[in-house]
């Protein structure tokens, strides 16, 4: 959230340069600009930066502006369904079977009482094309393959929008 931010997405970047000396040469595009709802005095500001400078701009986690300093979220965001816990679409439109989320089996997971730990996606994706994925950890866990995989699509999409 940025406070009142310059009127020009040039003036904007080239004060975010000059004051943040680790990302003065990178490349920056404002994708978007949205007031925040329950601030209308801020600003969400949705930034494309060159993969060098993420990988910097993500490790602070932080971007000074003006006289502030702002926190800094990849803004990615990978639609689940909460039945079934796959990709790219939502419970109420789910036709699979209810999955746990914890040990992948045909419960709730809040009625989970295994003390094993299965990713269905990974155990789909690998009956599905004959894998050999990791299936041990839960469907939230950030080193998953399937989750991983979705995350980089997500992201070579969000690049061809430019």
Known sequence: HVYDPESSDEEFIQKIKAQNE??????????????????????????????ESYAIVMNEKKIRHQFSIYKIVDNIYIRRCY?????????????????????????????????????????????????????????WAKECNIYLKKLDASKKALNNMQ
Request: aromatic share 4%; net charge positive.
């Open 22 to 51: 680790k990302v003065r040469n990178a490349t920056i595009e404002i994708l978007k600009r949205e007031r925040n709802k329950l601030n209308e005095k801020k600003f969400n500001i949705i930034m494309n930066i060159d993969i």
């Open 83 to 139: 039945n079934c816990f796959g990709f790219n679409h939502i419970a109420a439109q789910c036709t699979n079977k209810i999955a746990c989320a914890k040990c992948a089996g045909n419960h709730k997971s809040t009625e989970c009482e295994s003390q094993t730990t299965k990713c269905i996606n990974c155990a789909i994706a690998n009956e599905k094309f004959k894998l050999s994925l990791d299936v041990n950890h839960n469907v």
